[in-house]
């Protein structure tokens, strides 16, 4: 009986795991660039005395979709999309480098280009700050131009280009903060082969309706285990009531 009361509780522990880490995707399927956290079950022996003759399941984090979300055109002068692999390095929290696919790009009043997300994103020589200009654009290596406020339209200036970069994605982990970091804690090249587009925004990767699947059958496995742990407690209340009438 207790084996079965532990098999059920942590069944139902680790659905609840499970079921934030779907959620968590599904709260981001409308998040630009953003890659979907992948999670599996495991079964693990119950030690203890006795026969091994019990297992109970964990919830593990086993990575990230990597696969590309859909591109959506806007023709917004600073929306960029990397194409293929690779990522946009951005300044993270803790002021050192991380990487991200969101491209939704905006310049701060401080002339600081940064992303939706708020993330200065960086260049090939530190932080990208814009002087005063009257039109920008981003070409596919990531090349910032732009027209100098009261310059003719013909008078473009190349300011800054953005870091493109494309490490193996088995020495990439993503951080509390949703950037991408290297494993090692250092800083990725800056690769010339990655390439963006312009005026375009890459989709979150998750599948809405396989999240929507997937949360209704956590939910019922959920129920499940409720029931085993209620199972357990009449057992028990049973068993009691026998030793007592002996």
Do not use: C
Request: net charge negative; no cysteine.
């Amino acid at each position: 009986m207790d084996k079965l009361l532990y098999v059920a509780m942590t069944g139902a522990k680790e659905t609840l795991r499970a079921q934030a880490a779907n959620n968590h995707n599904l709260a981001n399927v409308s998040t630009t660039g953003f890659r979907a956290d992948l999670n599996a079950f495991q079964s693990r022996a119950v030690t203890g005395a006795g026969y091994a003759s019990r297992v109970y399941a964990t919830d593990a984090t086993t990575g990230w979709d990597n696969t590309t979300g859909a591109m959506l055109t806007t023709g917004g002068d600073l929306d960029v999309a990397v194409q293929g692999t690779g990522f946009i390095a951005v300044q993270g929290s803790d002021g050192k480098e991380a990487y991200t696919r969101a491209g939704d790009l905006h310049v701060d009043p401080s002339g600081l280009l940064m992303n939706g997300a708020g993330h200065v994103v960086l260049g090939d020589n530190g932080p990208v700050s814009l002087p005063p200009h009257s039109s920008i654009s981003v070409a596919a290596d990531g090349t910032v131009s732009i027209v100098p406020l009261g310059q003719p339209a013909n008078t473009t200036s190349t300011v800054a280009r953005i870091k493109l970069v494309n490490p193996p994605t088995e020495t990439v982990v993503r951080g509390d903060d949703g950037l991408f970091h290297l494993k090692n804690g250092t800083n990725a090249p800056a690769d010339a082969a990655v390439k963006v587009a312009s005026g375009v925004l890459e989709s979150s990767n998750v599948n809405a309706a396989n999240a929507m699947v997937n949360m209704i059958e956590l939910a019922r496995n959920f129920e499940m285990q409720v029931k085993a742990i209620k199972s357990a407690e009449e057992t028990g209340a049973s068993s009691t009531k026998l030793l007592q009438s002996n």
